[in-house]
């Protein structure tokens, strides 16, 4: 392929990732640098995508998909910064200052965002009209796209800050959320769990009781998705998931919570509408996919 390359970023708590290429089948390399303070970490990717663009002789755009809260929107004098973040040093840290030539195209979006736009163009929702992507692990992250762009308002979606209504069996425990307590995160995240048992879900047994728990709030938040956006697909991923058999039992709480008033939503239906990722890096994939116009 003789076109010049794209570069995708993905910024997390720890680590930044570095793709350069032409889309998910065609990555020409890939980097990982620790995530320090904002100056610093700037900079060293501001290095890296300079030495790509010489290599290459030049880079076509740069997408980023970053950890929040972000402005997203282009007409503020912030756009592409950090706004308010408990992360130290970080607040005000501008995302543009990675590009080698300030005049390159850059779009930048939320982790989730951008894996829901990986999911949509190229993986598990291909086309589809409504798409959310959830991540249940260290903490819960949501994505919309709808009709293939990623849906921002005042700011990006916060699904895993949504109330869910308790379990009968769940009501003593307080939950971890540091705003709300027992917002979705508060109560269904690989932190609440931990909390409750000191283990993981994959390592309690599928028996145990807190599996039914967390399906059951993962399904009302599934079938509130539904309702809202009229989502076509769910994706939902992240270290959770790997319990065996709780996206089964996730598909089984939503038909519930729907009670029947939704077409196609009964068990069989589900299994193709509420599914797992096909990326496992669907975040870095999905700042290639910001940095590409949909036809490329
Ligand atoms: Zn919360």
Not at 123 to 151: E, F, Q
Not at 201 to 218: F, K, N, R, T
Request: charged residues 15%; aromatic residues 6%; contains cysteine.
């Amino acid at each position: 392929m003789s076109a010049l390359p794209y570069a995708g970023i993905e910024a997390g708590g720890t680590k930044c990732l570095l793709a350069i290429g032409h889309g998910h089948d065609s990555i020409l390399e890939r980097h990982r640098l620790p995530t320090g303070d904002a100056d610093a970490t700037l900079a060293a990717l501001r290095r890296q995508l300079y030495a790509a663009h010489t290599r290459y002789g030049g880079l076509r755009g740069v997408g980023v998909a970053a950890f929040g809260p972000l402005q997203l929107d282009r007409q503020s004098a912030d756009f592409g910064r950090v706004l308010a973040t408990p992360k130290p040093h970080w607040r005000g840290a501008d995302w543009r200052q990675v590009l080698p030539d300030p005049a390159m195209p850059f779009a930048i979006d939320t982790d989730v965002n951008a894996a829901a736009l990986a999911e949509h163009r190229w993986g598990a929702g291909k086309g589809v009209a409504s798409l959310v992507y959830l991540t249940v692990g260290t903490g819960i992250g949501g994505g919309i796209v709808i009709d293939g762009k990623p849906l921002h308002g005042a700011l990006h979606p916060e699904i895993g800050h949504l109330r869910v209504q308790r379990h009968l069996q769940d009501g003593e425990f307080k939950g971890v959320c540091p705003f709300h307590n027992d917002c979705l995160e508060g109560l269904a995240s690989g932190p609440a769990i931990q909390a409750r048992t000191g283990q993981s879900l994959s390592d309690l047994a599928a028996s145990h009781p807190l599996q039914a728990i967390v399906a059951d709030y993962l399904g009302q938040v599934c079938a509130q998705l539904l309702l809202t956006l009229a989502a076509n697909r769910i994706v939902i991923g992240g270290g959770v998931l790997q319990a065996s058999g709780l996206i089964d039992a996730i598909r089984q709480r939503c038909t519930h919570w729907i009670g029947g008033y939704l077409p196609a939503c009964d068990g069989d239906a589900l299994s193709s509408r509420i599914v797992m990722p096909r990326f496992a890096d669907a975040g870095l994939i999905g700042a290639l996919a910001l940095a590409m116009p949909a036809s490329d």
